[in-house]
């Protein structure tokens, strides 16, 4: 029998775990994709994992873990904000000690779901929670606006999204590099790649050079990284404080 990981805190919303297994198939299910975690068992208060073993990150294994993400992202979803195959309802974002509500949802742009179901809802939280004061929460509904109107649109469809894709949910393994905890849905590939960028990555070079090889991105995605990291950033305002609010206000400010 294979080793087992198992995940486990009772104080999670009913659904949690579910909501988590449901979004690591998702994302196994992608042709060529990138590896994901095997779900063994799910339950009300438990989920079981293939346990993983993990090894140094080299430029090949970052390489190929480019290939495979842009891969995961090619098989696409049926909306932006949609949610992984046969889950219903909003999910979660955020630590086990406190995962925020996630809104999901059926949007034809990604501009109108980034400011309808990310940006604002977070800042309301926010201004419930004292992190941010009116004048924050004004700034942000510029930004909301113009992106509701399409002004950082693209043509990319919507992807299949990891949805917390920093660098401690990409584990390396003797086979490469795996999969763990998402928020998965369909969103702007950007986002992913932009939340590797936020908090760093190992070989981050190498990894976008095997994206790029697969899926070339979008003209002026680099100037779009600071926009797609304004959630993360929100987001752990709420939750940690420090100097996050101040970091995703700036960026605001640069696309306001």
């Known amino acids: 029998m294979e080793p087992i990981f198992r995940k486990s805190r009772y104080a999670v919303p009913a659904r949690y775990w579910a909501w988590e297994a449901a979004g690591l198939r998702w ?89 309808d179901e990310r940006l604002r809802p977070v800042v309301a939280l926010g201004r419930e929670r004292g992190v941010f004061d009116a004048s924050d929460a004004a700034a942000v509904d510029v930004l909301a606006d113009r992106l509701h109107v399409g002004d950082f649109d693209t043509d990319d469809p919507p992807a299949r999204l990891h949805g917390d894709l920093w660098s401690g949910n990409l584990m390396w393994t003797p086979n490469g590099a795996v999969l763990i905890d998402p928020a998965a849905h369909g969103g702007h590939r950007e986002t992913d790649l932009a939340m590797l960028q936020l908090f760093g990555v190992p070989h981050w070079a190498d990894l976008l050079a095997g994206y790029q090889s697969v899926w070339p991105l979008s003209e002026g995605w680099k100037d779009r990284v600071a926009l797609h990291q304004i959630h993360p950033l929100l987001v752990h305002a709420v939750l940690f404080g420090g100097g996050y609010a101040g970091q995703a206000l700036a960026a605001v400010r640069r696309y306001r």
């Not at 299910?29 to 140094?56: I, K, N, Q, Y």
């Not at 955020?94 to 925020?100: F, H, M, T, V």
């Open 27 to 115: 994302l196994a299910e992608a042709p060529g994709g990138a590896a994901v975690v095997e779900v063994v068992d799910v339950g009300g208060d438990h989920l079981d994992l293939a346990r993983l073993t993990t090894v140094s990150p080299s430029a090949a294994a970052a390489y190929a873990a480019g290939q495979g993400l842009a891969r995961t992202h090619q098989a696409g979803a049926t909306a932006f904000g949609a949610p992984p195959r046969g889950w219903s309802g909003d999910g979660y974002l955020g630590p086990l000690s406190e995962p925020l509500p996630l809104a999901l949802g059926t949007h034809g742009r990604w501009g109108e779901f980034y400011a």
